[in-house]
């Protein structure tokens, strides 16, 4: 009996503990099973945040990436701020390029007021080639084409040139005599006009008569060999003849057969202030670049510009095989005033602006500096407000390897699209 | 002159150096003439009269060689433009000033005449005053004391200062870009000798303008050892 009472016992908390566990069990299964999506559901959203985490660390990498980066770019741009400080910065450009680069030397001025600025060479292309290569004087140089620094500096002086802006050629127009004002109101008219219908044709071959074949009018030019803008305004007038009169040298004759009907000047902006004393009624060796500050306000100048079709005003890059069959060769001999030299061959090409640090430079730490704020957003609106377009990243003809490390990102090495703007064998 | 000696050759052949050194002889000349015939009265006057404001006419005379000769080129298109001065009047009577043969003359005479006065000037100050009062005394008219007795004394100090003036000229760079950077010629336009040798290295270079001013300086050179072996043995 004991015994019994004891199997009894033993079998009872058996059964009270198998059913405790079994009860255990199905609770902890019903818990379990309550609780699995939400379990499942926190480690989904600890794994996305974990993910999240790691893209934020790989992002914060990125970032203290840029920051090295910048603070190398800083630590470099600051020692050659303070290796700019040491001697002055000499500038010599094109001419046309007096106006936007005056603005930007001002935003250099301030933006580094320990760099002494020397004041700048604002002269035809050539002329300031030949300055460098007579002198070594200039601590940065910049053409108004592609051919003027490699001709004459290439290879010892300077072994690449950076495009950083295109202008194109327009027709500044004399309002104080009646041939520019009549031009003028022709050319405000034909802005209603649809382009290239005939009534279009018309009117633009009528101003281009008035300009070249009507004998009492006189054209200011540059001269071709001394200026680039001499040739290009030779070329756009080619162009002319061709889209309005079937052939080139219709109008191309008609001014540079005819000493009379031209005042040749060694640049472009100098017959702006001689329009006046040598009644000119226009002058065809303009860009946009310094027909806008140099007419500024007609009424108080007495002068405007007109702009011309894309297909004759050197300003489109996508128009390059057009422009290219103005191609010509001219010799001095055929000019008057004649200078010395032999002939030269003159490619038509759209109006692009280059700029180099000479290799002898006087301060191309500076000119670094300078070309970098040239790339700057406040700098590329100057040039734009000044009838540039500026060409971002600018492109590289020569020497890629030679850009100063402070302005190789804003700089692309010239392709195959671009090319045949530059000499051959770029 | 070194470094161009090869090529001086090549520049005496070419036809448009060779016009605007002729071209270029001609207006120094006529300067050189101009400055003689006004400038020895000037002379005779500032260095034998004393009269009011002397010294602002003697302040005059020495601007060419005191202020930058672009200064008086615009000076000049100033006083005969065709918009400024005597410019509308001379142009209504068909004469033109500026870009021509008349005005770069103009800007050179008023430029060189300093040298030419000067030099006139000194050589008449070293004359004893009394020879020519003697002169007068004797019954000589002012004119005929200066041809007789002052102007034998003064002749070659004339001839040094006209050459001088001459030289001058030639050099002239500052003013002609004003008032006549290519002049009217012989049927053509033509460029004085030293806007060429500009707009030639401008054009061309050191390297490509050093045959054509080696030649220049030859024949100036040239024309001065001429001048004086003349003046010498006269």
Known sequence: ?426 | MALGARGINSALTTGSFLASVEATFIIATAAAILSVLVGTPFAYLLARSDFKFKEVIDAIIDIPIMVPHVLVGIMIVLAFSSQYGLGPFLQGIGINIIDTMIGAIIAVTYLSATYSIRVTESAIKMINPDVELTARTLGSTPTFTFTHVILPRIWKSIANGAILTWARAVAEVGALLIVAYYVYFNGNYVYPASIYIYVGYEGLGLAGIVNYSAALLLIVLATFIIYRFVLRHV
């Open chain 1, 1 to 426: 009996m004991k015994v019994e009472k004891h199997g009894r016992s033993t079998m009872a908390y058996a059964v009270i503990i198998i059913g405790i566990l079994i009860g255990a069990a199905i609770g902890f299964g019903l818990a379990y099973s309550a609780y699995v999506p939400q379990i499942n559901s926190n480690n989904s959203k600890i794994t996305a945040l974990n993910a999240e985490i790691a893209a934020l660390n790989a992002e914060i990498d990125s970032l203290n990436s840029s920051v090295n980066s910048l603070n190398s770019e800083l630590s470099l741009q600051n020692s050659l701020v303070t290796l700019a400080s040491n001697s002055p910065f000499v500038v010599g450009a094109a001419g046309t390029l007096k106006y936007a680069f005056g603005s930007v030397l001002t935003t250099f001025k301030g933006l580094y007021p320990h760099i002494t600025v020397a004041p700048p060479l604002f002269e035809g292309s050539g002329l300031v080639a030949q300055a460098e290569n007579a002198t070594k004087q200039f601590s940065l140089e910049a053409a108004a084409d592609t051919t003027a620094m490699p001709s004459v500096l290439f290879p010892n002086l300077a072994n690449y040139e950076i495009a950083f802006g295109q202008t194109q050629m327009v027709i500044i127009v004399n309002l104080e005599s009646s041939a520019g004002l009549k031009l003028y109101n022709m050319w405000k008219g034909v802005q209603g006009l649809s382009a290239m219908s005939t009534k279009w044709n018309q009117t633009w071959q009528q101003m281009f008569t008035l300009i070249a074949l009507n004998s009492s009018t006189k054209v200011g030019i540059s001269d071709p060999f001394t200026d680039p803008s001499g040739y290009q305004a030779a070329g756009m007038i080619r162009l002319a003849g061709l889209a309005f009169f079937g052939n080139m040298s219709e109008l191309y004759d008609a001014i540079y057969d005819n000493p009379s009907k031209y005042y040749m000047a060694s640049t472009e902006t100098t017959l702006v202030t001689l329009m006046q004393t040598q009644h000119l009624d226009f002058i065809t060796s303009s860009y946009m670049s310094n027909a806008i500050p140099q007419t500024g306000n007609s009424t108080q100048t007495g002068l405007a510009y007109i702009t011309l079709p894309n297909f004759v005003n050197l300003g489109v890059l996508s128009e390059l095989s057009y422009y290219h069959q103005a191609n010509f060769s001219l010799s001095p001999s055929q000019l008057q005033p004649t200078g010395p030299g032999p002939s030269e061959n003159f490619t038509i090409n759209p109006v692009i602006y280059t700029v180099t640090i000479p290799i002898p430079s006087t301060n191309a730490a500076a000119a670094a500096l300078f070309i970098q704020t040239l790339f700057s957003q406040t700098c590329q609106s100057i040039l734009e407000q000044n009838g540039i377009t500026p060409i971002s990243p600018g492109i590289v003809y020569g020497s890629y390897t030679s850009i100063p490390s402070l302005i190789k990102s804003l700089t692309t090495p010239v392709n195959a699209t671009y090319s045949t703007l530059f000499p051959t064998g770029s």
